[in-house]
């Protein structure tokens, strides 16, 4: 199989196992549904699920479910006839038409209102549909990837959610854990976005120095990756510096790592912290040896030295 289009990075044995699910589901036509955190990384996983499959390159078409009015949703899942409705002045074909052979994804599927869940749940158990004011039933040829930040079954216990549409659902589903559920996943994640967007900012060769590292591993992400990754992009562009230190990022980051203790940790002496400053660097520069120097501000011999005394690399 040819290389995805798309990467899905994972670390962490958490994270390995969601891509482990995603690349067996890949390979079927089943509906998936998949679950998490605002930023961890649902659509991206989608979007992956779609590019390891045989259907890759048929269509993927996404619906936001929460952003659209639920009318809007309706025409845009069946399309509709002209004349459907006031406005309706030609022939629109839905997603789920255009999908054909692909994949279409619901994203906040728990948003889509009461009716259209009737009628999807309809759609989903006949795998047919007609468009909205037409007559010819149109079989459906896409798989369905659904994405949800809400606990469903919780919004089935309160009635908000249809329990047998629920069930059509949640055949194959991927729980994709927040990011400090990863904390494997933390720095090569940084290490990735940092290096997309230095080549997006122009700023190729930016590295994160030892107390971002320790900084971005004690903070718990609440907006997971997509809060990581604007953090970064706002480092950047708010400084011209070649090393990304702490104070380049948002005070509420400092204080909350400070307010945990998780920038202090136990006391140790001052031997260790040098050594662990400076086996972190290499690790992090892929133990470049004047790259390291300069973001732990010590000349190329001292480094030299250094790391022999303390054996590393
Ligand atoms: N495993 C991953 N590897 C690399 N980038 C990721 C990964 N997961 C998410 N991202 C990036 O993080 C951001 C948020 O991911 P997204 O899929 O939109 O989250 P969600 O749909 O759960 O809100 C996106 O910019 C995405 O490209
Ligand atoms: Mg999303």
Sequence with gaps: MTAPRIAWLANDDASRRVLDLATKVAATSTTVLVTGESGSGKDQ?????HELSPRRDAPYLKIDCASLPPELVESELFGHEKGAFTGAVERKLGRLELARGGAIVLDEVAALAPPIQSKLLRVLEERSFERLGGTETLRIDARLIALTNADLERLVAAGRF??????RLHVFTIAVPALHQRPADILPLAEELLARLATVHGRVGIAFDHAACRLFEAYPWPGNIREMKNAIERALVF????????EHFPEHIRSAVALTGGAHGPLRS????????????????RYKITKSAEILGISRKTLLEKRKKYGLG
């Design 45 to 49: 996983l989608a979007r992956l699920i």
């Design 162 to 167: 249809r329990e047998d549409l629920f069930f």
């Design 239 to 246: 400084s011209s510096d070649p090393v990304l230190r702490p």
């Design 270 to 285: 001052l031997e260790d912290i040098e050594h662990e400053a400076i086996a972190a660097t290499l690790e992090a520069t």
